[in-house]
């Protein structure tokens, strides 16, 4: 793994060499309390598959071709499965409720409502002063084995992942602990934070026109494919330098804790872990990035950086960016 020698020097170094499994070190900041019904709930779906939806789980969409041979055409991966064109139908189970900034900090379910309600207040405000445009929130599901969605049917293989024709994030909660287990990621709560904010972040990216304007079918190291997973990547950065300073509307207290050393360590981690060429050199042992979808390692910690480091929509804009 490469280290930040080209980032943000307040940034930590290397954070790969760490490891651990769940860590319930205090994140939301003591007195917070967030309101039910931000997260609704799924159970399984009546079929199964996996889904290329623009998230992280999406690299080992990108596997499965250099298995099969197909050369990376992620389009052609999905549009084969059964329901590729389906509409939301899920088998729904109300929704997270109400809690506590020590519930958030102890409970998983809890914890992404939470982290759900701090990029709602972040982007409420930053995306109209930074782009003019007023945000749309997001729809979030939590779900449970599998589920149906406007992307297709999913699992709990697939990952964490946005669908921009329902504009809903999808999670199983189960793939933190995925995280560190099978790609190496230190854990910590703002690893998990992370994937929830990436995951928002091509929302974002919805809204201002990023989606519309690149060819997400492709694949390679300079793809558009790659660089709009790098720019929500960004987008994620931005959200955790401010997550400490933003307020809760309706209690006036700061979602997160001020970040250490350890919290910005534990992101780096998760965004190393999930880089095209570590999760394609634990799959096969080596690397091709003609089927690069989401950027190196390094890739991802570098534009991360950017973005938690003062960055913008604007600096931020990796689809035009003439460096990854």
């Known amino acids: 793994m490469a280290g930040l020698g080209d980032g943000p020097s307040s940034l930590p170094g290397r954070a790969g060499a760490m490891s651990g499994a769940y860590r319930g070190s205090m994140t939301f900041t003591e007195g917070g309390k967030f309101e039910g019904g931000r997260v609704k709930k799924a159970g399984g779906g009546a079929r199964t598959g996996v889904i290329a939806g623009g998230g992280i789980g ?5 596997l499965l071709a ?28 109300g929704s997270v409720g109400e809690c506590t900034a020590e519930q958030a900090n102890t409970d998983l379910q809890c914890g992404l409502s939470a982290t759900v309600q701090s990029l709602d207040a972040y982007w409420q405000d930053a995306l109209p002063q930074q782009a003019n445009v007023q945000l749309t929130l997001p729809e979030v599901v939590s779900f449970d084995g599998q589920t149906d969605t406007g992307c297709g049917p999913a699992s709990a293989d697939t990952g964490p992942f946005y669908c921009p024709p329902d504009q809903t994030i999808y999670i199983d909660v189960s793939f933190y602990q995925q995280l560190v287990t099978q790609f190496g990621s230190s854990g910590g709560p703002l690893a998990r934070e992370y994937v929830v904010a990436h995951e928002y972040g091509h929302h974002i990216e919805n809204l201002v026109g990023a989606m519309d304007q690149a060819n997400r079918g492709g694949s390679g190291a300079t793809s558009d494919s790659v660089r709009i997973e790098l720019e929500a990547d960004c987008f994620a950065g931005m959200w955790a330098a401010h997550a400490a300073t933003t307020k809760d509307p309706d209690t006036g207290v700061t979602f997160l804790e001020p970040l250490t050393q350890q919290d910005l360590k534990d992101a780096l981690s998760a965004a190393q872990s999930v880089g095209d060429d570590h999760i394609q050199q ?6 091709n990035p003609d089927l690069f979808t989401h ?4 890739q991802r910690e570098r534009w991360f950086s950017v973005g938690y ?16």
């Open 66 to 93: 250099m298995f099969f041979g197909n050369g990376g055409d992620l389009g052609q991966l999905t549009g084969a499965l059964p329901g590729g064109d389906a509409g939301t139908d899920q088998n729904t189970g």
């Open 58 to 62: 999406a690299v080992i969409v990108a």
């Open 282 to 287: 634990q799959a096969t042992g080596r690397i």
């Open 295 to 298: 950027g190196t390692s390094a």
């Open 309 to 324: 480091d003062g960055g913008t929509l604007s600096s931020c804009d990796v689809l035009h960016a003439a460096r990854l």
